[in-house]
């Protein structure tokens, strides 16, 4: 059975196999590209860009490969996903993303070249850019309850130590 875009991507794009100097240029070849599509897609944020894989290829000036890596990408961020999975050069697909989960896509992503994008100033105030940042950390944040001790007060509240009270064995 042949191989979908998306493995033939994946497969490529995550290769162990791969010369590690060929594999560098594939991801910085895709990061620049990545970043012309974003900047033209964040010029007009509310338009809902559609076509098959290979159109969007073409139109943002990509390979294919490109293109469904970008697709894999962004797929996240959509508010209706695509058949990512199954998708072949004439599967029609879109772009239409939510705005504020891009936003914290990308930084969840650690990918500063593109949440820092200008354009985002026109679609976000900075304070806006500012907070959608700290959710998104924060939501990243593992909190570790603290330890509590035989002799550490009770955390029920009763005043009690902890082992004469909820840390009894029963």
Request: with cysteine; glycine share 6%; charged share 30%.
């Amino acid at each position: 059975m042949a191989q979908t875009l998306l493995e033939k991507w994946r497969n490529s794009a995550y290769s162990e196999e791969q010369d590690q100097k060929k594999l560098q240029e594939l991801w910085n070849d895709y990061f620049e590209k990545e970043k012309g599509i974003y900047e033209k897609l964040l010029k007009n944020p509310d338009e809902v860009v559609t076509g098959t894989v290979a159109e969007l290829a073409k139109k943002y000036k990509v390979s294919q490969m490109i293109m469904t890596g970008f697709l894999d990408g962004i797929n996240d961020s959509l508010k209706n996903p695509n058949p990512i999975e199954t998708m072949e050069a004439d599967t029609e697909v879109n772009l239409g993303f939510d705005k504020e989960l891009l936003y914290k896509n990308m930084v969840a992503a650690g990918a500063d070249w593109l949440y820092k994008l200008p354009q985002w100033n026109a679609i976000f105030s900075e304070e806006k850019q500012q907070e959608l940042y700290k959710e998104q950390k924060a939501s990243q944040t593992i909190r570790k309850e603290a330890k509590v001790y035989p002799n550490d007060p009770c955390p029920c509240g009763s005043g009690k130590k902890y082992k004469k009270c909820c840390g009894r064995n029963k």
